[in-house]
């Protein structure tokens, strides 16, 4: 797996990416993610994805409502972004940007996109459980790494 971060992402960004890379096991996949750290997103979004077999491209955003994003929410992002990279690298989610309905496929089934219970999709169900976890697997990490060296 490749993996291009944007230049502007700072240290604590780039670590927690490969950190979620290894746990979601992308590493071991072929392809390539790019991961890109915005001002605004549209929507006012925390973090956007789109990709197909081959490639994924992740943005996370700096700032929302012009205020700027938390470092625990710039990090959830990221894990719950890297999980939708996952599911379209191995074909589980699959996305019809051309069409004018905004259909994804998952799993073979088809869905067709409406805000009101974008929360309720299994996509979003399984990267909100995964961005959760990862985020508290880190902090336990990152607390004992602090422990252990102080």
């Given at each position: 797996?490749?993996c ?11 670590d ?5 890379m ?9 392809g ?6 915005k ?13 197909d ?7 996370i ?8 994003v938390?470092?625990?929410n710039k990090?959830?992002?990221?894990a ?17 940007l ?6 994804s496929?998952w799993?073979?089934?088809e ?13 979003e169900?399984e ?12 902090i336990e990490y990152?607390?004992k790494k602090?422990?252990?060296s102080?």
């Open positions: 797996m490749q291009y971060l944007s230049k502007n992402m700072p240290k604590y960004m780039v927690f990416v490969h950190f979620s290894h746990k979601l096991g992308l590493d071991k996949l072929r390539e993610v790019h991961v890109d750290l001002g605004t997103l549209d929507g006012e979004s925390f973090g956007l994805c789109w990709g077999r081959r490639e994924a491209e992740i943005q955003a700096s700032k929302q409502w012009g205020m700027p938390s470092r625990e990090l959830k992002s990221i719950h972004e890297l999980t939708h990279a996952h599911q379209y690298l191995t074909g589980r989610l699959k996305c019809d051309a069409s004018d309905q905004y259909m496929t799993l073979g089934e869905y067709r996109y409406r805000p009101e219970v974008e929360t309720c999709l299994p996509w169900v990267a909100v459980e995964k961005e959760h976890a990862i985020y508290n697997e880190w990152k607390y602090e422990t252990q102080g």
